[in-house]
Structure formats: C-alpha cells, structure tokens
C-alpha cells in the first residue's frame, strides 16, 4: 500500500481480555518494528521483523506480549491478559531494509486503552 | 546503550517566529544518524530531517534546519517561519550505523504550540 496501516485505531478492552494489533507496512519493506508509545513518554521499542529471519524480541516487556509476521508482510501484534499499564499507542514501521538509513515509516498507530 | 535528552517538555512560538528545540544524546560510538520527527494530532509520525554524524555540514529541509556539535552530542532543531501547522510533538532521535543497526532510541519529546 501506499503507506504504513494499523488497525484497530482505537481499542478498549477489558482488563484480562486478550487483543490483537495489526500493522500492514509498507509493500516492498523488508523491515517491520512495533513501538509502544506511553503517556508522557518517548517511544520503546518493542520488536524487529527483517525478512525471513528471526524476529528480535528483545523489547517484549512480557511474556504476554508476542508478536508474528505472516509472508514477511502483515503483522500482529497479540497481548494477552491485558493489563491497565498496557494501555498506550502502539506503533508500527516499516523500512525499505534492515539498515534504515533513512529512518522509518510509521502509521498512525493503534491506542489501546485497558479498562 | 544510548540515551537521547529533550530538555524541554513544552515550548510555544508565535507564528513567523523562529524556534528552536534542544536534544543531547550519550553514545560511545562515533558512526550514527540523528533523526528528528514530528507526531501532530493524528498520530502519525512523519520523518522531519536527519543528519548523519560523519558529514560537519548541519542537514537543512525548507525551513527546519539542525545544529550538530558532535563534541558537544548535541542536536538541536530550527524552525524558521513557524506556520500553524507545525504545532506538533518533536521527538529526537538516535540510530547506530552499522551492525544491528536498525532501532530507534527516542527522546521523551517536546510539544511545541505555534500561537497565530
């Protein structure tokens, strides 16, 4: 597509429910992130995607957070048990590669409120 | 691990005015990009201007322009002409060259009002 797309836009879920968070990057980017952007915060990393290769987890704040890639395209982005702390904007990115020289694209993130 | 400093939370600017928001960064290493974006209301955030630490010259797009003191680590942003539509969060931005070179590390952000 033309550019980076998440869905759902807004999410309100109730505490203990699990929901799911979908990113469609960019068509032709090797290169898939997940970012979490918190009130009053800067943005943390959360997860790398880059072609076939195994994703780096290493932003994961949880086991109940996990996240795949399907035919190196669409993502999705699961949190299960939802917990109040886990409610934010969520968002995704796309790069052409893994090098990113030029940065990221982002979309317009999903924010996700736990009630 | 790098860290990434904006010092000022909120900054308000009159329209056509100039401003100027500040970012220091901590790194040991000596190849790298600074990047600085811009999330307005919608969310989305849009890629302002970048700079890459090997190059002395400061980047310029239009009317944002950046001052890089690499001794200093510091990477400060310059809007000149301010317009309504530039009211936004600014994040500053640090990403490593080369290796696992491909995450971001974030600033906290400043949001910057333009007043008409």
Same mark, same amino acid.
């Given at each position: ?115 | 691990? %790098?860290? =990434?400093? $904006?010092? $000022?939370?909120?900054? +308000?600017? $009159?329209?056509?005015?100039? &401003? ?7 790194? +040991? ?9 811009? %999330?307005?209301?919608?969310? %989305?955030? !849009? *890629? ?7 190059? $002395? ?8 322009? &950046? ?11 310059? !809007?000149?002409?301010? %317009? *309504? ?18 995450? *971001? ?8 009002? =333009?007043?008409?």
């Amino acid at each position: 597509g033309a550019g980076v797309s998440q869905s759902p836009s807004n999410k309100v879920t109730e505490k203990g429910k699990d929901v799911e968070l979908r990113c469609d990057p960019i068509s032709g980017h090797t290169a898939l992130y997940w970012y979490r952007q918190s009130l009053g915060q800067g943005l943390e990393f959360l997860i790398y995607f880059q072609g076939n290769s195994a994703p780096d987890k290493s932003g994961l704040p949880s086991d109940r957070f996990s996240a795949e890639r399907t035919g190196g395209s669409v993502s999705t982005l699961t949190i299960q048990r939802t917990q109040q702390e886990d409610s934010a904007v969520y968002l995704c990115a796309s790069s052409l590669d893994s090098s990113a020289l030029y940065g990221y694209t982002f979309g317009s993130g999903t924010r996700l409120t736990v009630v | 691990a %790098q860290t =990434v400093t $904006q010092s $000022q939370p909120e900054m +308000s600017v $009159q329209e056509a005015e100039t &401003v100027t928001l500040s970012c220091t960064y901590d790194t +040991s290493e000596n190849n790298y990009y600074l990047f600085w974006y811009k %999330q307005p209301p919608s969310r %989305q955030m !849009i *890629l302002v201007i970048r700079q890459e630490a090997y190059k $002395q010259q400061n980047a310029t797009e239009n009317r944002f322009s &950046v001052n890089f003191q690499k001794a200093a680590k510091s990477f400060s942003l310059k !809007i000149s002409d301010s %317009q *309504l539509g530039d009211t936004a969060m600014y994040f500053c931005a640090f990403m490593k060259h080369g290796g696992s070179n491909y995450k *971001l590390t974030f600033g906290k952000g400043t949001l910057l009002t =333009v007043n008409p």
